[in-house]
T-cell receptor, first 114, second 112 residues
Framework: GAVVSQHPSRVICKSGTSVKIECRSL??????MFWYRQFPKQSLMLMAT?????????EQGVEKDKFLINHASLTLSTLTVTSAHPEDSSFYIC??????????FGSGTRLTVV | DAKTTQPPSMDCAEGRAANLPCNHS???????VYWYRQIHSQGPQYIIH???NNETNEMASLIITEDRKSSTLILPHATLRDTAVYYC?????????????FGTGTRLTIIP
């Protein structure tokens, strides 16, 4: 089946630095990928929809200048958390759909900002 | 997309069938019912989806009521590895650019 690879799985960074998270569709092309954030004991919250070759669409309340999304190819989308702060510490998850039906999720990235 | 309602938690004995209910009374005619699960600290895993007919695959069965206002996910022989949060999601299945919106899900605990 379809596989979505997310890297890194875990990252610790200092407050004020930037962190890049990669999401790759390994065996299919994805014109659209999605980025979610999940805080402890909460559900997944959609942050943005990443569209290949065009600007991402952000959900209400998500700062586009802080969470930079680049979808430069049909198999790769990146999320950069800029000037990270401790409140950005969370579990970030990407997903992509092969075709129109089933969405596959990455294994997630645990970001800790110290 | 239509909103779903699930019980916050359920327990099931190992080896028994786990039946997870979902209410989606405002579902539209072109909306599918999807089930995903999330094991702790992992990304969600697709389980099954359906429109109006009952569906079965190697993981589970999905029973959708005739009026489509509710559904039940059935794990026929639950194991400890089925302990997870299960999400019932309703969305239109047309192109792969439609977002999935997660509710609070049901935390299923399999008891040895």
């Amino acid at each position: 089946g379809a596989v979505v690879s997310q890297h890194p799985s875990r990252v610790i960074c200092k407050s004020g630095t930037s962190v890049k998270i990669e999401c790759r569709s390994l065996d299919f092309q994805a014109t659209t990928m999605f980025w979610y954030r999940q805080f402890p004991k909460q559900s997944l919250m959609l942050m943005a929809t990443s569209n290949e070759g065009s600007k991402a669409t952000y959900e209400q309340g998500v700062e586009k200048d802080k969470f930079l999304i680049n979808h430069a190819s049909l198999t790769l989308s990146t999320l950069t958390v800029t000037s990270a702060h401790p409140e950005d510490s969370s579990f970030y998850i990407c997903s992509a759909a092969e075709g129109s039906v089933v969405y596959t999720f990455g294994s997630g990235t645990r970001l800790t900002v110290v | 997309d239509a909103k779903t309602t699930q019980p916050p938690s359920m327990d099931c004995a190992e080896g028994r069938a786990a039946n997870l209910p979902c209410n989606h009374s405002t579902i539209s005619g072109n909306e599918y019912v999807y089930w995903y699960r999330q094991i702790h600290s992992q990304g969600p895993q697709y389980i099954i989806h359906g429109l109006k007919n009952n569906e079965t695959n190697e993981m589970a069965s999905l029973i959708i009521t005739e009026d489509r206002k509710s559904s039940t996910l059935i794990l026929p022989h639950a194991t400890l590895r089925d302990t997870a949060v299960y999400y019932c999601i309703v969305r239109v299945a047309n192109f792969g650019n439609e977002k999935l919106t997660f509710g609070t899900g049901t935390r299923l605990t399999i008891i040895p």
